[in-house]
Nanobody, 123 residues
Framework: QVRLVESGGGLVQAGGSLRLTCEAS???????MGWFRQAPGKGRDFVAV????????YYADSVKGRFTISRDIAKNTIYLEMNNLKLEDTTVYLC?????????????????WGQGTQVTVSS
């Protein structure tokens, strides 16, 4: 089992920045760790993922150039640095982990999930 705990969400003005953290414990590391976001009543949308073995990263088009995913191998932790935040980035962000092979944009391919952290961007 893998336990994921997110932190770092909050309220920020449009154009501002936040950094999300996801700490993994248990049977780590997972081959893939990433971030999804989910609006109320909707499905989980892919945001970014990092491949643990070599640090390879992939992003949704909507966040490319604004968000950066990174990892700390020693801490079994990933981060999501979010810059130039927009109103439409407001939602719950969830950390996810999977062992490959996976289709990394597909939420159902991830076995482990955190509880989520709220990000609210105000005008």
């Amino acid at each position: 089992q893998v336990r994921l705990v997110e932190s770092g969400g909050g309220l920020v003005q449009a154009g501002g920045s936040l950094r999300l953290t996801c700490e993994a414990s248990g049977r780590t590391p997972s081959n893939w760790m990433g971030w999804f976001r989910q609006a109320p009543g909707k499905g989980r949308d892919f945001v970014a993922v990092i491949r643990w073995a070599d640090g390879g990263t992939y992003y949704a088009d909507s966040v490319k150039g604004r968000f950066t995913i990174s990892r700390d191998i020693a801490k079994n932790t990933i981060y999501l640095e979010m810059n130039n935040l927009k109103l439409e980035d407001t939602t719950v962000y969830l950390c996810a982990a999977a062992n490959g092979p996976i289709v990394y944009v597909r939420a159902t391919d991830y076995r482990y999930w955190g509880q989520g952290t709220q990000v609210t961007v105000s005008s």
